[in-house]
């Protein structure tokens, strides 16, 4: 079993190939390089934050709602139509992560004396 340096190494490594693909895709306007990226980019992401928290995030009951989107996203991304699926995923996503991206937004602020 790996330590979890190693699975946050492995996890940073596709974030990264992810975004790669994904901005290529982005730019050249090819769906298969955007589908590939975004597999990378949802596969890093749950690499790194590791299984018990993926599940505790994702099947909490508030959640369930905004996991369907992100599992519908990545559906539909699958299906053929990855920017579609995306912003589908985008949706769910943020309102999965919207508590946690609160208290960077507060450290910001408070650096930058907003």
């Known amino acids: 079993m790996m330590s979890t340096s190693a699975h946050t190494q492995v996890g940073s490594c ?27 980019l949802v596969s890093g992401c749950f690499i790194m934050l590791g299984y018990p928290r993926t599940k505790g995030l994702l099947l909490k009951y ?16 699958i299906a053929g139509w990855p920017r579609i699926g995306i912003l589908v995923e985008l949706f769910g996503l ?9 208290m960077p937004i507060q450290i910001a602020r408070s650096y930058l004396g907003i």
């Open 14 to 40: 596709m974030l990264s190939v992810g975004a790669l693909f994904a901005f290529i895709g982005f730019s050249i306007f090819d769906n298969g390089l955007l589908a590939l990226g975004n597999i990378y």
């Open 62 to 77: 508030s959640n369930l709602k905004f996991t369907l989107f992100l599992v519908a996203g990545f559906t539909i991304v």
């Open 94 to 102: 943020y309102h999965l992560m919207k508590t946690f991206l609160y």
